[in-house]
Nanobody, 116 residues
Framework: QVQLVESGGGLVQAGGSLRLSCAAS????????MRWYRQAPGKQRELVAA???????NYADSVKGRFTISRDNAKNVVYLQMNSLKPEDTAVYYC??????????WGRGTQVTVSS
């Protein structure tokens, strides 16, 4: 059974930092591209950051220079370090593990709220 469990969300003031974690089980973690998405109220889910099995990384323009994605294949965990948070970063953040269209898994999300 595949499980992706996000943690680390919460309430933070603008300019603050949070570190999200996503612990994966039931998959061969190291071969998956791991992604963080977010969805704000009334908006579509958007890709925030991704890291491939080979370590290639990309970010949404809105978070470049502020967020850092990383992975620990020994622990089956992907992280999202979020610095200089802004109110517009408020959203539910979701972890995604992708290998192919038939192996595409999601966590339940963790709420991040940034107050101004």
């Amino acid at each position: 059974q595949v499980q992706l469990v996000e943690s680390g969300g919460g309430l933070v003031q603008a300019g603050g930092s949070l570190r999200l974690s996503c612990a994966a089980s039931g998959i061969t973690f190291s071969i998956n591209t791991m992604r963080w998405y977010r969805q704000a109220p009334g908006k579509q889910r958007e890709l925030v950051a991704a890291i491939t099995s080979g370590g290639r990384i990309n970010y949404a323009d809105s978070v470049k220079g502020r967020f850092t994605i990383s992975r620990d294949n020994a622990k089956n965990v992907v992280y999202l370090q979020m610095n200089s948070l802004k109110p517009e970063d408020t959203a539910v953040y979701y972890c995604n593990a992708y290998y192919n269209p038939y192996a595409d898994y999601w966590g339940r999300g963790t709420q991040v709220t940034v107050s101004s």
